[in-house]
């Protein structure tokens, strides 16, 4: 259904493009070309868009003939014949994320937009797949249900991470990241190391543990706001997902500038005007 409509939208701007080249190439008047080519340009912004929405749609076909073509080759042989291609598929459970399947990420866009609940089959498939990780990965992922909001992307989510890699921030690219469980306290001198000289006659001297100061992690929550009216403008998945990236990934690191230098401790983390173990300031006058 959104291939077809895409399909057909494509075909319309492609002859309005076609139409407006005409108009351009046997216009005399410099003023009127310029109007033609800026509108020649978005018309190539926003095929450019619905390019990119087709061919996901294309990869998740093919993602999802290959799972039913493992389906059905995996079916009983009987005799001679070594696939059954009119196997009921019931029984069987598509362990592939839900999370990032294209039904899914236009679900969360109509969310988004027009604050359209996700289908109880689509709750159901959620849920299902949860319920099938193990028990560390389930709790990072939230139970569904008709009154909850609906989860981020995962295609969106490593988007954000993959920009905040690129990007940094003022401050966020001076400090070490770490993929580390909350609750957990790390004494600062495991955090660094020495490279030593060694030859055949001599080995490197045990590094010690160092200070006995402590970083301890904690699990803080933040929370980020964009205008629905703003999200509702961009019509494709593409252009959603491109802007809704580009935006939570440009908060984040503002906020984690600010948390560095200025951060409370209360709730979040604690910034390093506030950190009283941090004795070598310096002062400055007017003079």
Avoid: C, H
């Amino acid at each position: 259904m959104r291939k077809s409509f895409l399909e057909k939208r494509q075909l319309r701007l492609t002859a309005k493009r076609d139409e407006l080249k005409k108009k351009a190439l046997a216009s005399e008047s410099v003023d009127e070309v310029r109007s033609l080519n800026e509108k020649m340009e978005e018309l190539n912004e926003e095929l450019e868009d619905i390019s990119e929405e087709l061919q996901m749609i294309a990869e998740e076909e093919k993602r999802a003939a290959d799972v039913q073509a493992e389906v059905r080759a995996s079916a009983p042989v009987n005799g001679s014949i070594v696939a059954s291609f009119n196997a009921p598929v019931t029984e069987v459970r598509d362990n592939s994320n839900p999370y990032g399947s294209m039904k899914y990420r236009q679900a969360f866009m109509n969310y988004v937009q027009r604050g359209a609940k996700l289908s109880e089959g689509m709750i159901a498939k959620l849920n299902d797949y949860r319920a099938s990780l193990p028990v560390e990965q389930r709790d990072l992922l939230p139970i569904t249900t008709v009154d909850t909001a609906p989860a981020i992307p995962i295609t969106i989510v490593n988007e954000v991470i993959n920009t905040v890699r690129k990007r940094y921030g003022n401050l966020y690219n001076s400090v070490s990241k770490m993929s580390v469980q909350a609750g957990v306290r790390i004494p600062v001198g495991a955090l660094q190391a020495d490279f030593s000289w060694i030859s055949e006659s001599t080995v490197a001297p045990r590094q010690g543990i160092g200070s006995l100061e402590d970083v301890t992690f904690t699990a803080n929550v933040a929370e980020i706001r964009i205008a629905q009216s703003f999200l509702s403008a961009l019509l494709t998945l593409s252009a959603f997902e491109a802007k809704i990236t580009e935006v939570i990934a440009t908060a984040y690191l503002k906020l984690m500038d600010k948390g560095i230098v200025a951060g409370t401790g209360n709730g979040q983390m604690l910034g390093i005007l506030n950190d009283a173990r941090v004795t070598n300031n310096v002062s400055m006058t007017a003079a």
